[in-house]
């Protein structure tokens, strides 16, 4: 089995700072890439920023330039770093992994069971 556990989420008012992480771990091999998504009441789950196993980075339009996405591989650990955080933020955040469980098997996505942040003053 694999693991995916996040922490970090909470209540900060409009313009703060908070930082995310989510640890992996069980029976794993590799992991390719890592994510975060999240998902507003009402609506779909979107991708947020996603980092390769070799520190290639995405994000979403919507948070570039303010959030900030890494990995430490020896921990199969990744976080998100989210500054001048806007109302319009306010979700819960899941994180996802890319992982093969032993050499002979195939990447299995993964989810963490999520982290409600809300920006509210």
């Known amino acids: 089995q694999v693991q995916l556990v996040e922490s970090g989420g909470g209540l900060v008012q409009p313009g703060g700072s908070l930082r995310l992480s989510c640890a992996a771990s069980?029976?794993?091999?590799?992991?390719?890439?890592m994510g975060w998504y999240r998902q507003a009441p009402g609506k779909e789950r979107e991708l947020v920023a996603a980092?390769?196993?070799?520190?290639?980075?995405n994000y979403a339009d919507s948070v570039k330039g303010r959030f900030t996405i890494s990995r430490d591989n020896a921990k199969n650990t990744v976080y998100l770093q989210m500054n001048s955080l806007k109302p319009e933020d306010t979700a819960d955040y899941y994180c996802?992994?890319?992982?093969?469980?032993?050499?002979?098997?195939?990447?299995?996505?993964?989810w963490g069971q999520g982290t409600q942040v809300t920006v509210s003053s």
């Open positions: 996802n992994a890319q992982v093969l469980r032993s050499a002979w098997s195939t990447y299995r996505n993964y």
């Open positions: 980092i390769t196993s070799g520190g290639t980075t």
């Open positions: 069980g029976s794993i091999f590799s992991i390719n890439a």
